[in-house]
């Protein structure tokens, strides 16, 4: 499938159903406490998408059997949420969410620190979210995609991280994934070039330890090989002439 150019219309759609999801985020965020349950979370995000008028889109997509995805602590992505998986201070929370408004989707994860964690992983968390910022310096049109991947790699390198290589950024619109896929790992060559109007999910997953992962048994579930913790940020961005808008976050 070929990179889709938003119209004026459908930008303002991605908008909407962006700012939409935004809120989902903000107020999962603050339920996030030791004691709730994996399950909990996605009830209640389940339930604040569907007041907004919105349609999970990760419920049932290729049979995921959920509306967020919650990965815990060594789970890198597409964690399973469960009633008998409960958060306990000192572990990271990884939360992926999206949804459908007017037929176009959203994307957006933030990872958050439950109760008290360590320095090294809280590190780990805000490396990961300003490697999104690092990355995005460079969205604009007339540069090419890849330098958004190099521009991550760059940064988290420095801090001597495993950077996922299995999973990647993707395009965003009227499916959940678009082309083009967006690696966040250093590339040999400059990909396309970037033009006003892509609308694109930039979605850095950064590992404590190495950078390999292997799927559990669930056939979803993304673990670090090592057992160490990983964390993911991500956010829908549109592309412009100048600094590209981050449609999953206002403020
Ligand atoms: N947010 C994920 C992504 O960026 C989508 C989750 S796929 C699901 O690709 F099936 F788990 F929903
Ligand atoms: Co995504």
Redesign the pocket.
């Known amino acids: 499938m070929a990179v889709t150019i938003k119209s004026a219309r459908e930008i303002d759609l991605m908008r909407e159903s962006c700012r939409l999801l935004e809120e989902v985020h903000d107020e999962l965020g603050r339920f996030i406490k030791p004691g709730i349950s994996t399950w909990d979370i996605n009830r209640y995000g389940e339930e604040l998408i569907r007041e907004r008028g919105g349609i999970p889109n990760?419920l049932n997509?290729?049979g995921?059997p959920a509306s967020i995805?919650v990965s815990v602590n060594e789970e890198v992505?597409?964690g399973i949420p469960r009633k008998d998986r409960k958060l306990k201070s000192g572990d990271i929370v990884s939360l992926?969410a999206?949804l459908i408004y007017k037929g176009y989707h959203s994307?957006a994860?933030r990872t958050y620190p439950v109760g008290e964690v360590s320095q090294e992983v809280m590190q780990l968390i805000e490396v990961t979210r300003q490697s999104f910022f690092e990355g995005i310096k460079m969205a604009r049109a007339g540069n090419h995609l890849y330098d958004i991947s190099n521009a991550i790699d760059d940064y988290v390198s420095k801090f001597g991280y495993g950077i996922v290589r299995d999973l990647v950024g993707?395009g965003v619109g009227t499916s959940?994934?678009e082309d083009p896929q967006i690696p966040n790992f250093r590339q040999n060559r400059r990909g396309i070039r970037l033009m006003s109007g892509m609308t694109l999910?930039i979605?850095p997953m950064i590992n404590l330890g190495r950078y390999e992962v292997e799927w559990l048994d669930d056939d979803?579930t993304v673990v670090t090989c090592d057992g160490l913790p990983s964390a993911h940020y991500?956010n829908t961005i549109l592309i412009t002439e100048n600094e590209p808008e981050i449609l999953t976050l206002s403020k």
């Open positions: 990760f997509y290729n995921y995805c992505v597409h992926d999206g994307d994860a993707h959940l994934h999910a979605e979803w991500e």
